[in-house]
């Protein structure tokens, strides 16, 4: 018998705010974490514009040797999942609840600005010159190692590295492996922080990127006529999942409940996915399945929605291929249009932005959608967050490579 799983944790770093109670009123009021780029000079670039953690200060979670060692993107999500798991008021006093504890993270590049920093230090400077630290700040897996040494958690520890769908995929697991009885607990989510030179000019070479640069509030605009690209972001968002009967235990709060994981392949093309969004719909089907779910029970999708011109079409042409006639009655939005994308982080914010809809009663805002695309017809709630009451939600994430994941939660009931 497959075990219950809930989510008793929420921890958020955002361009919206440091903090869960900070990231969910900028997304409820629909106010947007994009401005023009501050971390490097990005005056020879088409894009200028990026969503950026504002307020976020490592001295509240690090001493100062610790924080020059870690890449933002480890910070980060170091600070979220102590967010989370203080709310969960988790603690591990014994080695048999160590081991019962799992770390399960996604991220999409890695320490890219740190790589970025000691390869011209290498070429102007020398090889001498490269801290022993350069290796430890850059690989994908340091935030799942760090969390797991912070909070002695022995059980399962993995990072995914699946692009934009990395932190779907990453609670996708880590539900999985409560479920099934690899541990009893997981902290997990994403992380990703490269507005850098050479991420921005590489995504921007391939015209992704949204080069509204007089207008950032308005840039990221999903699902609307007028949108020419993302914008790149960085943030994490952590969730610490719990076995149902283990959360009752110990009195946890419990936000949502988990319902159904999916993911799959397009097998079309390295960066864009097919007209059809024939792979997003089996994604979506499969989470279905996995949930024991019909179409029908599912009342709001928290998009992928990346406000690239491709991207919405081929995500709302999968909605329609799966839902039918209940896609016109379904609430949809993208909180990208807000946050920006976060790339392999993306997934774990919007994960945690899923468990909050469920457990608050409020439905986010698309922003920016003025002008709706003809082939994005459905309910993007375009604006104005709206107050409804609902009992399921989904949560799609498609990434570089053909790959999808797709989570499903529910309102918690005993």
Known sequence: MKRRVVVTGIGLVTPLGTGTDATWDGLVNGRSGIDTITRFDASAHSSRIAAEVKDFNPDDYFEAKQAKNLDHFVQYALAAAEMAVQQSGLTVTTEEEAERIGVITGCGMGGLPTIEHYHQVCMEKGPRRITPFLIPRIIPNMPSGHISMRFNAKGPNLALSTACA???????????????????????????????PLAVGGFASMKALSTRNDDPHAASRPFDRDRDGFVIAEGSGMLVLEELEHALRRGAPIFAEMAGYGQTSDAYHVAAPPENGEGGARCMKRALRDAGMNPEDIDYINAHGTSTPLNDRCETAAIKTVFKDHAYKLSISSTKSMTGHMLGGAGGIEAAFTALTLSRGVIPPTVNLDNPDLDCDLDYVPKVARELKISTAMSNSFGFGGTNGVIIMKRFDK
Request: net charge negative; glycine share 16%.
């Open 166 to 196: 990395a932190g779907t995929h990453a609670v996708g697991e880590a539900y999985r492996s409560i479920m099934y009885g690899d541990c009893d607990i997981a902290i997990t989510g994403g992380a990703e922080s490269v507005i850098s």
